[in-house]
């Protein structure tokens, strides 16, 4: 085995079908999209968390900063699929000291929407 090189993983019926399903243009624009989502909502949760961690609040405790249920916060972190409202998200970051805005502008995989200190 040779250092610091990857192992080609083994591909699965999955990636079969995928590979196949991803040449259909409308199944690949609803992939991406998805992808997208995916991808912006966990760099977000991310964000929040390691703020949350460095100011040393615990999940109950940010639940009381943002006047939300202690469940609903703790999941917001844990889920595998975490699907936040907006609301939340606002709620959660505003109790961290932080503001949600959206960048735009430059590439579409290089623009990042995340909290900033306000």
């Known amino acids: 085995m040779s250092y610091g090189r990857e192992v080609a993983r083994r591909r699965t019926a999955f990636d079969r079908d995928l590979r196949r399903n991803l040449r259909d243009p409308a199944f690949k624009a609803e992939y991406e999209r998805e992808h997208r989502r995916i991808a912006a909502t966990d760099r977000v949760l991310r964000d929040l968390d390691a703020r949350r961690r460095r100011l040393g609040l615990s999940k109950a405790e940010l639940a009381r900063r943002a006047l939300a249920n202690e469940v609903v916060v703790r999941r917001l972190f844990t889920a595998t699929d975490p699907n936040p409202t907006f609301g939340t998200l606002v709620d959660v970051a505003n109790a961290l000291g932080?503001?949600?805005?959206?960048?735009?502008?430059?590439?579409?995989n290089r623009r990042r929407s995340q909290p900033t200190a306000g």
């Open 98 to 108: 932080l503001e949600l805005r959206v960048a735009g502008g430059g590439d579409r």
